[in-house]
């Protein structure tokens, strides 16, 4: 078995020393070193080169709706808060514009393999809104309707059913995911989410009766009032749904950064040892129901597409997580959404007047971004290779490279020497190996590679590993 298939140790006092805060890695170099003086003019050079590329790459679409009905209490996102759903008209027809000026700086036979609608909650438009935006997108960009095509979209089960599933079919997406947390009442009130499973059901049964490829579920531990009895409910729940993919994550209490967490008294919030209780029992039961742990929270059946590509040795990472199709150049579109074309990265105004302001000025909405250098690009390789696979060979990178690799990463080897003492990781004159005592943290052994973080004067905010 490979090291990134084996199944993870889970020993609560080891990972207990090593639960500091760190990046989740959906890209290198993190977006904290995204620079100002990266604007529309980088990213339309960036696309212009991509296009000129020998074989260029497929595009996926990222597409941010920021509004939402009702706040989560516990959410990070760059969301808005109405019940008015005409106020998503004036965006609409910000994005159409941009989506127009995006579409005009790539080549045409550029197929659209990926499609996200991520948010927010996409499914605050209606199904006439959503099919106008999936129309101005088919205008602009060449979408796909084969089987190849991976086109998804986050819903929230509380304000969609079944009609509207079915609806999003016809417009041609073919994956789901779907936000759950805590099926527990006590959480769900401390949250502000009251959400039911036959809700979740109705959505799951009518994507896959709508022939959705994949249903994945999200949910959260280290949440206010939660216990392992009704976290373990829960998870029960969550499998008799039998989801293709399931997303646990660790919740991140940052108040001082997201307003909205303000709402959460914090003597509610688990202990650290509860916490990590938590997400063992997820482990556990995930695991006995045959579910794989991919990496980085995520777990999937057995015969998902990223089990076979991550035992194939294919699997990648990007700002949406694990994918069959890292490789695409990433186009973001709306306010806040990252791309990633060719060596650079993008980000879009993140405050809805200035996103505004760019498109009615007829610009592309770029607020920071980043070209990447040299060392950028190989430490990305390296620490997607650590994330995605569990193992690198350093003779074999050395050789893509034209280096020497304990040379070169001299300083981050012997970072990784306490990591390697713990039996985290293996490390001989050949290969780096992630050991099962590693692969649930795979972000500190990431982190060892990482040039800017201990460049860094001062630490950033980062959720904690587990």
């Known amino acids: 078995m490979c090291p990134a298939t084996d199944l993870p140790a889970y020993e609560p006092s080891l990972i207990q020393r090593y639960d500091v805060?760190?990046?989740?890695?959906?890209s290198y170099p993190t977006a904290p070193q995204f620079r100002p003086d990266f604007g529309e003019a980088a990213l339309r050079e960036a696309a212009a080169v991509s296009n000129r590329e020998p074989l260029p790459r497929q595009l996926s679409l990222y597409v941010h709706v920021p509004y939402c009905m009702s706040p989560c209490f516990y959410c990070g996102c760059n969301r808005l808060i109405t019940r008015d759903i005409t106020k998503a008209d004036r965006y609409l027809e910000r994005l159409f514009r941009e989506i127009d000026l995006t579409g005009s700086l790539f080549d045409r036979d550029r197929a659209v393999r990926q499609l996200h609608f991520g948010g927010g909650t996409p499914n605050f438009l209606d199904l006439p809104r959503m099919a106008a935006l999936?129309?101005?997108?088919a205008e602009r960009f060449s979408l796909l309707s084969g089987q190849e095509r991976e086109y998804g979209i986050e819903l929230d089960p509380r304000y969609c059913?079944?009609?509207?599933v079915r609806g999003l079919g016809e417009l041609g997406f073919n994956r789901v995911s779907v936000g759950i947390q805590d099926f527990d009442p006590d959480v769900q009130v401390a949250v502000n989410r009251i959400q039911s499973v036959a809700q979740t059901r109705e959505v799951l049964d009518a994507a896959r009766a709508s022939g959705f490829t994949s249903c994945s579920v999200d949910l959260i531990y280290g949440l206010p009032r939660q216990t392992l009895a009704g976290f373990g409910r829960t998870l029960g729940e969550v499998i008799a749904l039998a989801p293709h993919r399931i997303a646990v994550y660790g919740y991140a209490h940052l108040p001082d950064l997201f307003k909205a967490q303000s709402q959460i008294d914090a003597a509610e919030l688990p202990d650290a040892s509860t916490r990590l209780e938590l997400f063992g029992l997820a482990l556990r039961r995930l695991s006995e129901a045959g579910y794989v742990y991919v990496g980085m929270d995520h777990f999937a059946r057995a015969d998902d597409e990223l089990v076979r590509a991550q035992r194939a040795g294919t699997l990648q990472r990007n700002f949406q997580g694990y994918s069959t199709h890292g490789d695409c150049d990433i186009v973001g579109l709306g306010v806040s959404a990252i791309g990633r074309v060719g060596d650079t990265y993008s980000q879009n105004e993140r405050d809805l007047g200035a996103y505004f302001a760019a498109?009615?000025?007829?610009?592309?909405?770029?607020?920071?971004g980043l070209r990447l250098s040299q060392d950028d690009l190989m430490r990305r390789e390296l620490i997607g290779e650590l994330m995605c696979l569990g193992s690198v060979d350093m003779g074999a990178?050395?050789?893509?490279?034209g280096l020497d690799f304990p040379v070169y990463f001299d300083a981050e080897l012997?970072?990784?020497?306490p990591l390697v003492k713990?039996?985290?990781?293996e490390c001989d004159e050949s290969m780096v190996r992630v050991t099962p005592r590693g692969r649930l943290l795979l972000r500190n052994i990431a982190m060892c590679f990482d040039a800017y973080l201990h460049a860094a004067a001062e630490p950033r905010r980062f959720s904690r590993a587990i």
């Open 422 to 425: 713990d039996g985290l990781v």
């Open 161 to 164: 059913g079944g009609d509207y």
């Open 21 to 26: 805060p760190g990046p989740r890695y959906t």
């Open 414 to 417: 012997r970072r990784l020497a």
């Open 359 to 368: 498109i009615d000025a007829g610009r592309l909405p770029v607020a920071k």
């Open 134 to 137: 999936v129309g101005r997108l």
């Open 397 to 401: 990178f050395g050789v893509r490279h």
